[in-house]
């Protein structure tokens, strides 16, 4: 990413947070239209509009003035109207769809954008390179250094970390002989691993060394959903700890604590950073947007499968309140975050 002002760099975090909003609204919006839906207004921030255009099938597209959100207006949503067109005298499933289709859209956003990522710059793979020791263990007793390159141990060549691993696990105790390249020159070495209680299994003290390396498409793919699995386990442990024992409160931040981060690590990291920070706040934002929170499409899936449970709506008018007092909480909620992160920006705080 080429050099950008401080301007620039909070423009490209404000665009970033924009596409973000508009897939996930583009997903509640195709499948609206797919499920036969009529979509009054598809709209990108919130506030005043600052552009706004109407479609072919009558739904108008806006821009508005924050950047705080956005959203997808469903004709005869949140309310009583006596027409079949009307959101609310749709089937459950059809307004099922349409509400997880958010969520999901920024799932499957993370997700391209990971496996183009692991593709171009690619992921850190160990290789049979010491990268660090372990004081007192085998290996530096031994007199192996970082950086030493392991060729191969009982005569058996080493061209993956895996295979130098399984040796050393299974050896149980018994002396190997580790064939090692360092700088020019070439030398053997005894290590004999120690079993360590804490891994149930024999070491020897040592990391492999790790190198950024593109992966191939398929490779790439398998990747890419491991690590999205394993951000969406990371983001539900995490608030589990903020709710359960207050861990994390002090690092909440709102939109503009986003930007600034963004921007930040832009800056220091460029375009890879930027792209590995779309794709975690994608996720999040996907993760974020199910939890059962008034406001949110989440609660909106509870009402459904409550509908579907009970074989018959709840009052509409009720729904639209609570989801109507969700919203204004949340935007008071991001308002009060927004506040404290000028305040630490400035560093009032």
Known sequence: MAQLTTLGYILAALFMLGVLIMFHELGHYLAARWCGMEVKEFAIGMGPKLFSRKGKHGTLFSLRVLPM???????????????????????????????????????????????????????????????????????AEAGLLPGDTILAIDGLPISQTKEAVDLVHGSEGRPLAFTVARGESEFSVTVTPRYVKEHDTYLTGFRFATVQTPLPFGTAISTSVSFCRHVVVVTYQSLGDLIFRGEGTEEITGPVGIVNVIQEQTR?????????????????????????????DG????????????????????????????????LGVMLIFTYQDILHIIGVR
């Open 69 to 139: 959100g956005g959203f997808c207006l469903y004709y005869g949503e949140d309310q009583e109207v006596d027409d079949p067109r009307a959101y609310n005298r749709q089937p459950v499933w059809k307004r099922f769809v349409s509400v997880i289709a958010g969520p999901l859209m920024n799932f499957l956003l993370a997700l391209v954008v990971a496996v183009v990522f692991f593709m171009v710059w690619g992921a850190d793979l160990p290789v049979p390179v010491i990268g660090t020791l372990d004081d007192g263990m085998p290996a």
């Open 268 to 296: 220091a990291g460029g375009l890879p950073i930027y792209l590995y920070l779309a794709m975690l706040i994608s996720i999040n934002l996907g993760f974020m947007n199910l939890l059962p929170i008034p406001g949110l």
């Open 299 to 330: 609660s909106r899936l509870i009402f459904n499968i409550v509908e579907a449970i009970r074989r018959k709506p709840l009052n509409r008018n009720v729904e639209g309140m609570i989801h109507f007092v969700g919203v204004v909480a949340l």
